[in-house]
Nanobody, 116 residues
Framework: QVQLVESGGGLVQPGGSLRVSCAVS????????MAWYRQAPGKQRELVASITRDRVTTYADSVKGRFTISRDNAKKTVYLQMNGLKPEDTAVYYC??????????WGQGTQVTVSS
């Protein structure tokens, strides 16, 4: 049984930085790929970034060059470092598996608000 707990969100000014975390309980974390998703008001949930067990990463075009996904297998945690934040990055951020056919139950997400 896998539980996902996101944290680290908050209010930040445009151009600022924030690091969100996803703690994974249960499962064989070290062999699983993981991903960050976000859902903005009135929008569909979208894939933001992913990382394989070998630390190969991918990013949505909208965040390339600004966001960095990483993982700490010892802590069973996935991180998303967000730099140069824009108002359009405002969303609830979630972690999960990178493929819909292998999603775990969704966590509560963490709210990121970019506003002056």
């Amino acid at each position: 049984q896998v539980q996902l707990v996101e944290s680290g969100g908050g209010l930040v000014q445009p151009g600022g930085s924030l690091r969100v975390s996803c703690a994974v309980s249960g499962g064989f974390f070290s062999i699983y790929g993981m991903a960050w998703y976000r859902q903005a008001p009135g929008k569909q949930r979208e894939l933001v970034a992913s990382i394989t067990r070998d630390r190969v990463t991918t990013y949505a075009d909208s965040v390339k060059g600004r966001f960095t996904i990483s993982r700490d297998n010892a802590k069973k945690t996935v991180y998303l470092q967000m730099n140069g934040l824009k108002p359009e990055d405002t969303a609830v951020y979630y972690c999960n598996r990178p493929y819909s056919d292998s999603w775990y139950p969704w966590g509560q997400g963490t709210q990121v608000t970019v506003s002056s």
